[in-house]
């Protein structure tokens, strides 16, 4: 229901007007035209405070979940008495609490609908407001002083306990992205976990194109050479299912860009200069990284004649660092890891630490060759074995030979060397 009513207040200023111009001919020309501005200013103001308006507010707010794991559409109906009204202009401002920032979100649309971003594990609270101008307010915007709320809760389906845990995702060097989970406690272990994910560049959620197995189980999902768009949300759905039935499903969003791990420094280059300095820059790390978004930590040690060892971290958005060398006994470490800076993303994860870079290197000393004990080992057990068979062989012919029974000599070979040696001692 809407309505004009015009008050008697209004009707007061304009006799209280009419008393200021009679006193501003009074007190003569050059004040009265101030005065007659500000009396029509007056007039302006309070008829305007004092015209009352009453808008109805929207009705048939639905919320439509069109599958996209958490992007729902809002969706309503003008108000009943208001629908004939097409010569007042109406628009609808539309309140809804995201739990991702964690307040309200406020727009204003001339539509009967909007979509947002919702988190499906949480309460939906949405409500919204009749605006109302044209000739119909004259001319002035009039906000409803109700509005249609509507409170949606989260599905109470899955067995309790079963949501996965420590869900990360890193996209590597802003070419591979990878995305893990932990089980719950509660987690049967016959239970198979399945990913899905959605954009706006896609009609339907889709499953993960490659998923991470380990022990038999699925703890995470591979999106190599599967594009995703930065600076858009991406909406995750992990779910499932066990012999006890449906698993708790789990619901994030989050972009991309907000989740680079740049690749580990490679190069990194040390140097004295002739100022007693030390010199030390580096090459950006392999990958689609823009260097301009790259932001660095310098890690310093140095290791007193002591042994004792003082460290300090260096951030700079440069890719060298000059510092003064001071102590000739001591030496001097660096490392390098970075990230991307704030003024291209929210957050980023760091690098990897490159290896080390020292002065004074240390000095490899070469070591004296020696045995290789593994092989002085084998020889050893080798020699031994072939020591035991020998031993086994001779044993085994000696016992051979001593018990052969000894042959007796035939009488007739006894006879010819008898005869032999007579013959022979004759013919001597």
């Known amino acids: 229901m809407w309505s004009i009513t015009f008050t008697c207040s209004c009707v007061w200023s304009v006799h209280l007007?009419?008393?200021?111009?009679?006193?501003?001919?009074?007190?003569?020309?050059?004040?009265?035209?101030?005065?007659?501005?500000?009396?029509?200013?007056?007039?302006?103001?309070?008829?305007?405070?004092?015209?009352?308006?009453?808008?109805?507010?929207?009705?048939?707010?639905?919320?439509?979940?069109?599958?996209?794991?958490?992007?729902?559409?809002?969706?309503?109906?003008?108000?009943?008495?208001?629908?004939?009204?097409?010569?007042?202009?109406?628009?609808?401002?539309?309140?809804?609490?995201?739990?991702?920032?964690?307040?309200?979100?406020?727009?204003?649309?001339?539509?009967?609908?909007?979509?947002?971003?919702?988190?499906?594990?949480?309460?939906?609270?949405?409500?919204?407001?009749?605006?109302?101008?044209?000739?119909?307010?004259?001319?002035?915007?009039?906000?409803?002083?109700?509005?249609?709320?509507?409170?949606?809760?989260?599905?109470?389906?899955?067995?309790?306990?079963?949501?996965?845990?420590?869900?990360?995702?890193?996209?590597?060097?802003?070419?591979?992205?990878?995305?893990?989970?932990?089980?719950?406690?509660?987690?049967?272990?016959?239970?198979?976990?399945?990913?899905?994910?959605?954009?706006?560049?896609?009609?339907?959620?889709?499953?993960?194109?490659?998923?991470?197995i380990s022990g038999g189980v699925r703890i995470g999902c591979n999106f190599t050479g599967k594009v995703l768009p930065d600076f858009t949300d991406i909406n995750f759905c992990i779910n499932g299912s066990s012999a006890e039935g449906a698993l708790k499903p789990t619901f994030i969003s989050l972009q991309i860009q907000n989740h680079v791990k740049p690749g580990a420094t490679?190069?990194?280059?040390?140097?004295?200069?002739?100022?007693?300095?030390?010199?030390?820059?580096?090459?950006?790390?392999?990958?689609?990284?823009?260097?301009?978004?790259?932001?660095?930590?310098v890690e310093h040690s140095q290791e007193g004649p002591d042994g004792k060892i003082a460290s300090q971290q260096i951030l700079t958005q440069q890719k060298s660092l000059t510092l003064p060398l001071i102590h000739d006994d001591e030496r001097n470490c660096f490392r390098v890891r970075s990230q991307l800076h704030k003024y291209c993303v929210d957050k980023s994860y760091w690098s990897e630490w490159s290896l080390p870079n020292c002065y004074p290197e240390m000095k490899e000393v070469t070591p004296e060759p020696e045995w290789d004990m593994v092989r002085v080992y084998v020889y050893i057990a080798v020699a031994i074995t072939a020591m035991l068979v020998l031993s086994l062989c001779l044993g085994t012919m000696i016992k051979v030979r001593s018990s052969r029974p000894e042959k007796k000599q035939d009488p007739l070979h006894t006879t010819l060397l008898v005869r032999n040696s007579v013959l022979r001692k004759a013919e001597a």
């Open 266 to 297: 490679e190069k990194l280059y040390l140097r004295t200069a002739p100022d007693t300095q030390l010199e030390l820059h580096w090459e950006c790390p392999v990958g689609s990284v823009p260097e301009h978004c790259l932001e660095w930590e």
């Open 17 to 212: 007007l009419r008393l200021s111009i009679r006193r501003a001919h009074m007190m003569g020309r050059s004040r009265s035209s101030v005065t007659h501005g500000a009396a029509l200013m007056l007039l302006f103001i309070t008829c305007r405070e004092c015209t009352g308006f009453t808008v109805d507010p929207p009705e048939d707010l639905v919320i439509f979940d069109p599958g996209h794991l958490g992007h729902l559409e809002i969706r309503w109906s003008p108000p009943a008495r208001l629908i004939n009204k097409t010569e007042c202009p109406k628009h609808y401002q539309l309140e809804y609490f995201s739990t991702y920032k964690g307040g309200w979100t406020a727009i204003r649309t001339p539509g009967r609908s909007y979509s947002a971003q919702f988190d499906l594990m949480k309460d939906i609270r949405v409500k919204v407001f009749t605006l109302l101008s044209g000739p119909c307010t004259n001319g002035t915007m009039v906000k409803s002083k109700s509005y249609t709320e509507l409170v949606q809760k989260p599905l109470s389906t899955g067995v309790e306990g079963t949501r996965v845990k420590d869900f990360i995702c890193v996209f590597h060097k802003m070419e591979n992205m990878e995305c893990k989970w932990g089980r719950s406690a509660k987690m049967p272990a016959t239970s198979q976990q399945n990913l899905y994910f959605w954009h706006k560049q896609l009609e339907h959620a889709e499953e993960c194109p490659e998923y991470i």
